[in-house]
C-alpha cells in the first residue's frame, strides 16, 4: 500500500491543523492505521493509531490525548488527524503508517509509511 501524507504546516499555538493521509495500492479497509512523528532531536513515536474496518478502537498518546482526534473513511481511502489546542511541543513531523495487524501500528512498526509532513507551532 502506498500513503501520502498532507496538511502539515505553520500555525500559532492554540490554533488547528488536520493531517490527511490518502492510500492506494490495497484494500483501505483492511489495515490498521496510525499518525507517528519524530519532534527535533528525537525518535518517531506513535501519536494515535485506528484499527481497520469501522475503526472501533482507537488510542491516543498521552501528550495529544483529548487534543486530538484520528478518523478514517474507507470510501476515500484516507485517514485524517485532526489537530486543536497545538502547543509548540507538537512540532514535529509527522508520518502516518499501516499494517494488517495493529499490534505493529501500536509499536511504532507498521509496514507501510507515508513520507513525513512538517508540522510548526510558533508561541
Known amino acids: 500500500v502506498q500513503l501520502q501524507a498532507s496538511g502539515g504546516g505553520l500555525v500559532q499555538a492554540g490554533g488547528s491543523l488536520r493531517l490527511s493521509c490518502a492510500a492506494s495500492g490495497r484494500t483501505f479497509g483492511d489495515y490498521s492505521m496510525g499518525w507517528f512523528r519524530r519532534a527535533p532531536g528525537k525518535e518517531r513515536a506513535i501519536v494515535a493509531s485506528i484499527s481497520s474496518r469501522s475503526g472501533g478502537s482507537t488510542y491516543y498518546s498521552d501528550s495529544v490525548k483529548g487534543r486530538f482526534t484520528i478518523s478514517r473513511d474507507n470510501a476515500k481511502n484516507t485517514m485524517y488527524l485532526q489537530m486543536n489546542s497545538l502547543k509548540p511541543e507538537d512540532t514535529a513531523v509527522y508520518y502516518c503508517?499501516?499494517?494488517?495487524?495493529?499490534?505493529?501500528?501500536?509499536?511504532?512498526?507498521?509496514?507501510?509509511w507515508g513520507q513525513g509532513t512538517l508540522v510548526t507551532v510558533s508561541s
Open positions: 503508517g499501516a499494517d494488517i495487524l495493529l499490534t505493529r501500528v501500536q509499536r511504532a512498526t507498521p509496514s507501510y
